[in-house]
Each structure stands twice: as structure tokens, then as C-alpha cells.
């Protein structure tokens, strides 16, 4: 089983998302990572037993690009897992279901030889580590996000 973190704000189709996961065998649990002052948005959801929402006061200072935001969201969700493998992705994207059945079949198959797979959806740096969907142990995505606020 998998637990997937949904880091950041909260968008019109988080929930939507975080629900349709539910539906895939391998699921655990949906973790929503997100800010204090989401709180209200949040509310208007009904509740799930397995949904879990986390709220992290945002930072002091972006660290450009939002990349502080990322590290905390991402952290606290990751650290509220409890399963041995984890997704985290982000709260305003979706996949559909055929496709993370794939990337299920796909990490299953490869995930001895490698620590992280990401999937990048920006095509301004082609070759730099994405933040949109990363999947792998949880302990090394915990390392991953472990580390200090850019400056």
C-alpha cells in the first residue's frame, strides 16, 4: 500500500483528485499537505477516513520559485505517512487513474535499481529535478525534503 501526499494550496479539483486516488487499489491513504490559512476551504469538504489534511504555517520567505513552500508542505506530509512507499505530488495536478496504473507497474518493476522517480511536467528546464511527482520510499523522500529553507 501507498500513501500520496497532496502538497500545496488548495485548488477547485484537490479534493476531486484526492478522492479519485482512493480508488486505486494501491492506495492507502491521500495526505493533503497545505497551509494554515486553507483551513476555511478545507471545511466545505466532507470528511473521508481516508483523507487526511495537514496544516503547516507557510514561511517567511518563498525561497523563489515557492521553494520553501514545497519543502514544508512536502515534508509534513511525508512525515505523516505510514506506509513504506509514498507519493508525493502536487495539489493542483491531477493524473489520471490509467496513468498512475502504469507508473504503479512501472516503479514495481524498476524501483530496486533507483531511490526517487520523478515525473517532470515543466518544459523550460527539461533536464532539472522536478517537483511535480515523485514516488519512492518514503524514508528517502523524507531525506529528500529534509533540508534547509533557500534564502
Known amino acids: 500500500m501507498i500513501d500520496i501526499i497532496l502538497q500545496g494550496g488548495i485548488w477547485e479539483n484537490t479534493y476531486v483528485t484526492a478522492k479519485s486516488y482512493l480508488e486505486l487499489t494501491f492506495v492507502n491513504k491521500v495526505i493533503i499537505s497545505t497551509w494554515d490559512y486553507e483551513k476555511e476551504k478545507c ?15 507557510p514561511p517567511e520567505h518563498d525561497g523563489g520559485g515557492n521553494l520553501n513552500y514545497q519543502i514544508i508542505s512536502s515534508l509534513a506530509g511525508l512525515k505523516s505517512s505510514t506506509t513504506d512507499v509514498a507519493i ?7 493524473l489520471c487513474l490509467d496513468d498512475m496504473e502504469m ?11 533507483k531511490e ?3 515525473l517532470g511536467i515543466g518544459t523550460h528546464f527539461p533536464y532539472h529535478p522536478q517537483d511535480h511527482f515523485l514516488w519512492g520510499k518514503r524514508e528517502d523522500l523524507i531525506n529528500f525534503f529534509d533540508l534547509p529553507f533557500e534564502t
Do not use: G
Open 43 to 57: 471545511s466545505m469538504y466532507p470528511l473521508h477516513d481516508r483523507i487526511e489534511y495537514i496544516f503547516s504555517a
Open 88 to 94: 508525493k505530488a502536487r495539489s493542483d495536478q491531477t
Open 103 to 113: 507508473l504503479n507497474i512501472f516503479y514495481n518493476k524498476y524501483h530496486e535499481d
Open 116 to 118: 526517487i522517480f520523478t
